[in-house]
């Protein structure tokens, strides 16, 4: 038995069974910087997958933020303290003015929670609509919005889902305005449903980039109409930007942003503290307000001084070492070098994403556009063997997820440009 | 406007209203180290309150965990790292054979979102049975478990609750075997509601020492019984150890151990990490294993590399330093002087708890026993205002929470109830 059998073999004996690895030959990590990881063995590997550590792993900024506090204090929201203000207030003037308030949470999963019930203080319904290939988090309510697996005790009734938006293979068959409209339509039909069933309409969640659904390129305004009418049929509109969020679309510091819609509820997750485990919920104060009055809430860990330290470190960061910018031209880079790999590569059927969160949608034959799920898979596990992590997603599971840490550079896009190239010449 | 009011409205202004706060002057923090707070005018307290802290304020030990991970390396556990495996290990050599797994989690209240979760998966029912005035966290479905306010689209229905335990004034009226059967009795009746329901049954969730219930003083065997009764009509119990957890209460390292029960399902919160964002559940591999097949479950910052060094510094300090035997000579010292207290202040109407966790409960009459709720708030105040910062809680919200990190001495207790015996007087 070679340690790694040994240590999978650990892990379920303490973790359980059916804890996901990612990869045929799970990574064993030890160290990280930048955009780097190593292995046990002294590997290093080229990060493209990790949105957590947002401005870079181990970013020092960031680590001493979280030591300078820890040392100092660290305890709840209780008490007063200035680093949740001073946090909260340097978060939202990143907002549109009426997203002028805060909830502080541990995890996106939480901030999703409080998203759902605000919504429902908000309208005194409790319908809520998604897209069939969405994720919001792990809680048992948030839960109940994936497709993925029937819950015991059965799915409450009280979601209606519409289809994921695909830029590639259009709903009703044709792109642009029609697209648009067919969407629109999908969602009137969700409101309609709920309205006539004892739940009633109480919000449209989504992320604004449909980044699990694979971020589709999408026609102009294509969100404004579906927002539009939820707010005509008095819902709420939450935008999940625990992907998009911080800038990583490159172009807008919130997916919404890029969208051109204004949300009721925002919420927070991953990025936010570079792995130290904060989330948020960001709402006008009439809707946040209305939660506390409808719910009241209070999260020991969320908000406390070290969580907010360690945030605020992150937008100071992203700021100071304009990451945005870099998502964008390194970005639209990485997207020029998979579009002429495409001229080489039959596979890659469509190129597509928005700064540092981009890929390939891999297709068996480039005019059916029939899926490669298989061979997704098998090209990231090749990447993995030669030294660069990424992950698969999409509606079909077959389009490469690269979502790098935000200091990606132009030779780390070669350097993964070059080892998808060898890899997909090897298939 | 002074500095104060300044910041409340800072803080009402970005966090919203409803926040709630300690104390009718509430504490402005910025600094802390072992059992003592400073405010910002430079006034120190000591804190009787505070069991998030577990280990001290600040613990160097633990400090220094979280700044050498976080500058080593901070991800998720769909890759390989033995942080969580060796915290796991030694987490779950506290517990009886039969708790051998856990996942770990950012808080409690996800934690006990997971537990409930487990009894479905293993029962296939969803029907729940809680104390009338307990508190599990804040998820939408750990929500649905507190009596304190129904939420928007009504309570489910799955739960049933049954009379918080009380020794002062017993269920039925006797004391000792009478109490003990009756309070089973509640629960037989729970359980026989569930079956009759659509729900079905699936667990009883109770913290084993009632904390939030006001730590009363049982029978022996008081939890036997209903453990029995759970057991036998296929359920599964649930103990929440966020609060009597990491050998609080002086004799054990787990509440549930104290009450001489082994659960199915054990959940950990608040002290776990020291203030770290970490929770957990520990439970049998099968039962583990069920949930995970039925539910799947990912949490992207549970069991991080930091949280488990920040977890493990927790679990060795306590070892090192002997805090469990702390807690129980300070706690047994701590009692006998409140006692002494009651002889002078009539107030007093009974003194229990166990280790650092313990309190008295404020009467207006002796005899009668009538709380004396109001003056339970005059009198934290009173000790906020000399520098000694506690709670109160209890089903009449009448008892005094004394609660401290585990480094409390006999001499920090000596100020508290020197402290308390001049409030007393000056009523």
Chains 1, 2 share one sequence.
Not at 6 to 29: C, I, Q, W
Not at 174 to 199: C, D, K, R, V, Y
Not at 370 to 375: D, F, K
């Amino acid at each position: 038995m070679n340690d790694k059998t040994a240590l999978l073999a650990r892990r379920e004996r303490l973790l359980g069974k059916n804890m996901s690895t990612f990869y045929l030959d799970p990574v064993h990590l030890v160290k990280a910087e930048g955009v780097w990881l190593w292995d046990a063995d002294g590997k290093r590997y080229l990060d493209c997958y990790n949105n957590v550590p947002h401005v870079g792993h181990c970013h020092p900024r960031v680590v001493e933020a979280i030591c300078k506090q820890a040392s100092m204090l660290n305890t709840h929201t209780r008490y007063l303290h200035e680093g949740i203000l001073d946090y909260v207030e340097k978060l939202t003037a990143t907002f549109h003015e009426s997203l002028d308030t805060a909830i502080l949470t541990c995890t996106g999963s939480e901030a999703n929670d409080i998203a759902l019930r605000m919504a429902q203080a908000v309208t005194g319904k409790t319908g809520v609509i998604a897209t069939d290939r969405t994720y919001h988090g792990n809680t048992a309510a948030v839960s109940q919005l994936s497709t993925r697996m029937p819950p015991v005790g059965g799915y409450g009734g009280h979601v209606r889902h519409v289809p994921a938006p695909d830029g590639y293979r259009p709903l009703g068959g044709e792109p642009g305005e029609a697209f648009t409209n067919a969407w629109a339509q999908a969602i009137e039909e969700a409101i309609a449903s709920l309205q006539a069933s004892p739940h009633g309409f109480s919000a449209l969640i989504i992320d604004p980039f449909f980044a699990n659904e694979g971020f589709p390129e999408l026609p102009d305004g294509f969100l404004k109409k579906a927002a539009d009418l939820v707010r005509k049929a008095g819902g709420l509109l939450i935008c999940d930007e625990v992907q998009p969020g911080f800038g990583r679309t490159g172009t807008h510091m919130w997916g919404h942003q890029r969208a051109g819609i204004v949300p009721d509820v925002v919420t927070l997750g991953k990025p936010m503290g570079n792995g130290h485990p904060i989330g948020g919920v960001v709402a006008s104060s009439d809707t946040l307000n209305a939660f506390r009055k409808a719910f009241r809430y209070f999260n020991t860990f969320g908000g406390n001084p070290v969580s907010c330290a360690a945030a605020s470190a992150v937008l100071d960061v992203l700021t100071d070492e304009l990451l945005m910018e870099n998502a964008r031209v390194v970005g639209e880079y990485a997207r020029d070098g998979l579009s002429r790999l495409a001229e080489k590569h039959d596979l890659i059927g469509n190129v597509r994403g928005s700064g540092l969160f981009f890929g390939a949608e891999l297709v068996l034959d480039q005019k059916t556009r029939e899926p490669a799920t298989n061979l997704a898979t098998t090209v990231i596990n090749e990447m993995r063997q030669r030294g660069v992590l990424m992950g698969k997603l999409g509606i079909h599971q077959n389009a490469t997820k690269i979502r790098p840490p935000m200091p990606f550079s132009q030779d780390n896009a070669d350097l993964m440009l070059q080892t998808l190239d060898d890899v997909l010449a090897g298939l």
